[in-house]
DNA sequence: AATTAGCACTCTAGGTAATAGAGTGCTAAT
DNA sequence: ATTAGCACTCTATTACCTAGAGTGCTAATT
């Protein structure tokens, strides 16, 4: 009677079992399925469909008299075809934009309380991983002197980031020529990504090679030194306990696992860094991650740019039987609120050479 | 014949005991403490001992047919009296001194690196509190333009460490007038504590009130924005995962607490700023804790300064089980090489007039 | 040819029982 | 005050049983 084509059941059934499988957790077996979705058909029958889907890899078996539980291929198949994308309610929503109404801070703030609130709405992991300074272009660059052989770079990015770095120079400057020293490179530095901006200066300086050698000193000092930036971005986490409170990690040699990863930032910073190039939100599913020790877990990340320029990433962590439709919504939105959020400060600016 | 007295043999046994738990974990028998430490007495005078102990409270039983184990009261006492400071062995002090010396750079990078070095040495979780810059010093003050409407404020404190804010105003300020607020900022400010600080500029305007009023504004903005540092200090925590491996964790409910305190990080801050007082390193056992989820913890830490003021804390947080003779040496040694890495470039600035 | 009823089979989870071993506490002897 | 001796208690491990869940297969049904 049911007009449904073969294909079309056995993807409802896969459908079923997985939606049903990460609200419960428990595998779930041929009666159950047709007890909560009225589907007109015998157990027996839905069997063999299982049955079937477990040949093609969609499912599996924790052992032969338990229900179905889903494979990473499952998911995948769940999370590309069958899930339909959640929004979020108004109320988070309105709770997430007052949030950030009140953190109209630097840009590392805003980060970090990003990675806050994605762990918070989403009860597992979140993070944020922002822009490897190098990537970023260079909006101002500040020298102060801090003793005789020391001085303080502070280096602003078009994208509102600001880190600092202390230089060790051999020969005293005096605050006179600090300054202009900080203006011919102010003049110089303007909208330069950071990686370039070494060859950049030294081109830039021999066309005012009329300066004192002192200073060419001192700006050799600073290239070494100040744009050596060989970290990559900062890693805001937030929400690590959470991981413990998921049935899903009973195990402990597994958390173990987890945590460590964790508790090294970089691993995880080098994993997000080769995804900050792909656009839009993605869903690494257990074992399609490249890094063994989250092989129980899911992650959902996407990117965020200002203009053109992707600059970082930023997402949750959780175990593999997620409530990926909502979890996909929830970092989706944040990202596109980062976006807009780092769009605003660029108008600005554009605005201020005509106001003067 | 043994001429030990009463009392000193039944320290000898609490001794022995407490001893051999933090080795093995396993409750400690009387037979176990003739076999190892070659008491000539027989196990019953041994039980007869650990009975009045256990009276006393310094040891319980987890069951009838058990061993004794250590009770907080009987950490306590080994920590006090009974157990005898161990030095870190001179390859752990090179290894340490190393890591030092290639770290030279900004105080935060130092204090982060002290934490991991703390817990990757402790295999517990290492910790650093750093300043919160209210208490320390100002020694610089530079203000950066960024857009229109907002500066960008760089803090230096006297121990090194540097903090940034960016205000909004809503006046136009050009870069010239800056320089000189900046200018006059620097001539005020060297040497007071941050707390201070907005008394202190406003009292000395007073005496430079022929400035124009446009300074003026710029400056109470500046105290309220830039110096409203209501943070506490940082805290970097570094090997939270060693907590997982610890076999006295193996509950998984307690682990899930420790690490939601660990994970908001304010409690903690919390519990280490009240510490931050006290002279020398302590140790906080157990029940001894303001904090109900670090009951089954115990924390040895110390704390830093400067000259006179004590800055900030650090130590490490591991089981009740755990090696106070070395993790005490530990901390310690870290807490003076922080002391000496602190006064150094203080030296330095001293030098400076000099040599010019 | 697809569906289904029926049934044997497998595996888990939970409970009970039995046993060995560790360590105590007490009593009476030294 | 110390100790030998012994009964006692509790744990940890193993083995065994049973109920229940769910499957897979075969043969009957539509």
């Known amino acids: 009677m049911s007009r449904i084509s073969l294909e079309e059941r056995k993807q409802k059934v896969l459908q079923i079992v997985i939606h049903h499988y990460i609200r419960t957790g428990k595998p779930v077996g041929s009666e159950t399925i047709i007890e909560k979705n009225k589907l007109e058909v015998s157990p027996a029958t839905v069997r063999n469909i299982l049955a079937a889907l477990e040949r093609e890899g969609y499912l599996t078996h924790p052992h032969t008299s338990s229900g179905r539980v889903p494979t990473d291929k499952g998911y995948r198949f769940y999370v590309d075809s069958l899930m339909q994308l959640q929004q979020l309610t108004q109320e988070e929503e309105q709770r997430i934009e007052k949030e950030y109404e009140s953190q109209r801070g630097a840009l590392d703030s805003v980060m970090q309380e990003t990675s806050k609130m994605l762990s918070m709405l989403s009860h597992y992991t979140g993070f944020v991983l922002t822009p490897s300074p190098a990537v970023d272009h260079l909006k101002r660059l500040e020298l102060v002197k801090l003793d005789r052989d020391r001085i303080l770079a502070v280096l602003v990015t078009d994208a509102g980031l600001i880190r600092h770095k202390i230089m060790e120079i051999d020969q005293d400057v005096n605050s006179t020529e600090l300054v202009s020293i900080n203006r011919l490179l102010n003049k110089n530095v303007y909208g330069i990504s950071v990686n370039d901006i070494g060859a950049e200066i030294f081109k830039r300086l021999q066309q005012e090679k009329n300066k004192q050698i002192k200073y060419v000193n001192i700006m050799e ?15 805001y986490l937030e929400g690590a306990s959470n991981i413990l409170s998921q049935p899903d990690f009973a195990d402990y040699d597994k958390v173990r696992n987890i945590f460590k990863v964790i508790d090294e930032k970089k691993m995880l910073c080098e994993l997000l860094e080769e995804k900050v190039g792909h656009e839009g939100t993605k869903v690494i599913i257990g074992e399609e991650t490249p890094c063994k020790e989250l092989q129980e877990c899911s992650i959902v990340t996407s990117t965020y740019r200002a203009g053109d320029r992707t600059l970082g990433a930023l ?23 980062i976006n807009k959020t780092l769009s605003r400060p660029a108008k600005e600016l554009k605005r201020e050479p005509r106001k003067k």
Request: hydrophobic residues 45%; aromatic residues 10%; glycine residues 8%.
């Open 221 to 235: 000092k600073l290239v070494q030194q100040a744009f050596a930036l060989d970290e990559e971005g900062e890693l």
């Open 315 to 337: 997402g949750i962590i959780g175990p593999k039987r997620m409530e990926y439709s909502k979890m996909i919504a929830l970092v989706d939105y944040f990202s596109k609120l």
